[in-house]
């Protein structure tokens, strides 16, 4: 088969295309005709720099995958060749990933794909919506009556958040920087706040009463943290995807901290059934109309995977890049 492949950290010109050999179905694992994939910040991360994950770096980089079952291992029950699936199933940790024309996958982390999405749409999804899922069900518990913000309504997991925390019933509030306005406005968040003409006093006066948010996602971290503690009511709730260096804001207000990594099951593997069943509950949402992946206009190839990470580096993309099975 073939594949794009890196053999040194560097900047998007290391992927080189190679002929490798078609993996073998083992069990509990399905071989997979990838179809799409879709680029994440970690794909960007695992291939540019050191990580905690760089020892045991697969050659074969892209955890998101959409495609189609040529072959079921042993002890596989609930998918059959043919069926068309989605997951967010290596790239990391010594397991190759999608940037190939076939991927070993372990079952547990695969879904049927969404019947109303196409191969590109749903590979955008799941590194994105499991990270929302975990964050806003499994960690902050939203639920109806809650008051939620959310910082990066535009990005890949911000979008997905808003949509999932509506449909738990909850109010939701949305941060968005000026030139992504108008998408945000389509994704029925109940407010959009523009960070360049609201400060953090202004919009929690405004929108609770300068009470504070019962729960902040907060998608974007970094500095931007220390907004999100700003923001949450006394005795509220914040989850992260990033690491926080300075708590003390937390701490004076008595906040609880989530830091959620959608990545401890398939690098640790433990509970990995729990993100195909995640992605079960998406497909679910979105073929009812719930949920829709916000997919930035360009289109790519999995051949054109540099073009496709340097589009993600300029900062012009809005929502998910994604690639598609081309022949080379």
């Known amino acids: 088969m073939k594949a794009m492949v890196i053999k040194e950290l560097g900047n998007s010109d290391v992927f080189q295309l190679e002929e490798r050999e078609k993996p073998k179905v083992q069990p509990q694992h399905l071989v997979i005709e990838v179809k799409a994939t879709s680029v994440n910040p970690l794909d960007t991360m695992l291939r540019s720099m050191e990580t905690p994950w760089s020892n045991n770096l697969p050659e074969i980089l892209h955890g998101d995958v959409a495609g189609v079952v040529v072959e079921v291992g042993e002890g596989v029950t609930g998918f059959k060749v043919g069926d068309e699936v989605y997951g967010c199933a290596g790239g990391i940790s010594g397991i190759n990933g999608a940037l190939a024309e076939y991927m070993l996958v372990d079952a547990n982390l ?21 990270t929302a899922w975990e964050a806003l069900h499994d960690k902050l518990k939203i639920q109806s009556g809650d008051h939620i913000l959310i910082h ?20 939701v509030s949305a941060t968005v920087k000026p030139r992504n306005l108008d998408v945000a406005n389509k994704l029925n968040a109940d407010n959009i706040i523009n960070v360049e003409e609201q400060t953090v006093s202004d919009y929690v006066k405004s929108l609770t009463d300068g009470v504070g948010f019962d729960a902040v996602f907060d998608t974007v971290a970094g500095k931007n943290i220390q907004l999100s503690f700003d923001a949450v009511r006394i005795n509220g709730e914040v989850a992260t995807i990033l690491p926080i260096e300075d708590t003390l804001k937390a701490a004076l207000k008595s906040l609880t901290l989530h830091s959620v990594l959608m990545l401890v099951p398939m690098v640790h593997g433990i509970n990995r059934a729990s993100h195909g069943n995640i992605l079960t509950h998406i497909s679910t949402l979105v073929d009812k109309g719930v949920i829709k992946p916000l997919i930035d206009s360009s289109d790519f190839s999995i051949w054109d995977v540099a073009k496709a990470h340097e589009r993600y580096h300029s900062g012009q993309a809005v929502g998910k890049i994604t690639l598609s099975m081309r022949s080379e």
């Not at 695969?110 to 499991?130: F, Y």
């Not at 990066?152 to 109010?171: C, D, M, N, P, Y």
């Open 110 to 130: 695969m879904a049927h794909k969404p019947t109303t999405l196409s191969m590109k749409q749903a590979a955008a999804l799941p590194l994105v919506s499991i």
């Open 152 to 171: 990066g309504a535009t990005g890949g997991v911000g979008h997905i958040a808003i949509q999932l925390a509506k449909s738990f019933g909850a109010a």
